[in-house]
Nanobody, 123 residues
Framework: QVQLVESGGGLVQAGGSLRLSCAAS????????MAWFRQAPGKEREFVVA????????YYADSVKGRFTISRDNAKNTVFLQMDSLKPEDTAVYYC????????????????WGQGTQVTVSS
């Protein structure tokens, strides 16, 4: 049983940067691949990026590749999302999630979810 809590969201100007964190409780954090998803008003939940258990492999959606960076610190049970060169279309609620299998973009394979943190990018 894993609990996830996102933080670091807020209002930022276009072109600016923001770093999100996701703190996890539970003994088996390092056993899970992790991912970030986002959901804008009126839209389906969208895959952003995933990271493997050790942090050695990452997989980015084309929409954020080159601008966002995922990392994890298993000793601190935390995953991060560094967001640079933010655009208004990045505005969404951002969620972190866990999966027993790395390498999928589908939300169906993620079994634990945080409550989300709002990111708003103004033009």
């Amino acid at each position: 049983q894993v609990q996830l809590v996102e933080s670091g969201g807020g209002l930022v100007q276009a072109g600016g940067s923001l770093r999100l964190s996701c703190a996890a409780s539970g003994r088996m954090f390092s056993m899970y691949a992790m991912a970030w998803f986002r959901q804008a008003p009126g839209k389906e939940r969208e895959f952003v990026v995933a990271i493997s258990r050790s942090g050695g492999s990452t997989y980015y959606a084309d929409s954020v590749k080159g601008r966002f960076t995922i990392s994890r610190d298993n000793a601190k049970n935390t995953v991060f999302l560094q967001m640079d060169s933010l655009k208004p279309e990045d505005t969404a609620v951002y969620y972190c999630a866990t999966s027993p299998v790395y390498g999928t973009y589908s939300a169906d394979y993620y079994n634990y979810w945080g409550q989300g943190t709002q990111v708003t990018v103004s033009s």
